[in-house]
C-alpha cells in the first residue's frame, strides 16, 4: 500500500509542472502576482484570443490555482494558492532574464484595456467621452 500513495503524490507533483510547463499560463499568473486582474485586462496585456485565454484561465481555475468572480458583464480572476509563485520563482531563477520583466512593465503603461486607461486619465477606446457645457 505504500507504494501505492508514493505513486499518487509524485502524480500530484507531476501535475502541477504540467500545469505550469505552458507560456501562456505563466504569463497569465505573472499578470495575477499584482491582484486580481478583469479578462479584458488580460487580452490586452497578453494578446491572446478571449477563447483561447479563456481555455487557459479554466485549466487554472479547476485546478484550484485560481478563482473567479463575475460583475456584471465583466469577470475577474484572482490567485487562490499563491504557493505557486514559490515554483515560478525558482523556475526563472534557473532560467529567467531581467530584461524580460523590463519590457513587461513597459507594456504595462501602454495597455489599452478600459481599466489601464482609466488610471492614465484617458477615456477607454469604445467609450464616450462625457459631454460638457460649453460657457
Keep these: 500500500m505504500k507504494k501505492v500513495k508514493e505513486e499518487s503524490i509524485f502524480e500530484t507533483q507531476a501535475g502541477v509542472f504540467k500545469l505550469l510547463a505552458h507560456p501562456a499560463r505563466l504569463k497569465i499568473l505573472a499578470l495575477l502576482r499584482e491582484g ?9 496585456m497578453l494578446g491572446y484570443r478571449q477563447a483561447y485565454l479563456s481555455q487557459q484561465l479554466a485549466l487554472l481555475r479547476e485546478s484550484g490555482v485560481l478563482e473567479m468572480r463575475r460583475e456584471g458583464w465583466n469577470v475577474y ?3 487562490a494558492r499563491p504557493e505557486v509563485y514559490a515554483i515560478i520563482d525558482a523556475a526563472h531563477s534557473v532560467g529567467g532574464s531581467l530584461e524580460d520583466l523590463r519590457r513587461w512593465e513597459e507594456k504595462k503603461k501602454t495597455c489599452e484595456c ?17 459631454l460638457t457645457l460649453a460657457e
Design 36 to 44: 486580481e486582474e478583469c479578462v479584458c485586462h488580460m487580452e490586452a
Design 77 to 79: 480572476y484572482r490567485v
Design 114 to 130: 478600459p481599466k489601464c486607461c482609466r488610471a492614465r486619465g484617458e477615456t477607454p477606446s469604445g467609450e464616450e467621452t462625457p
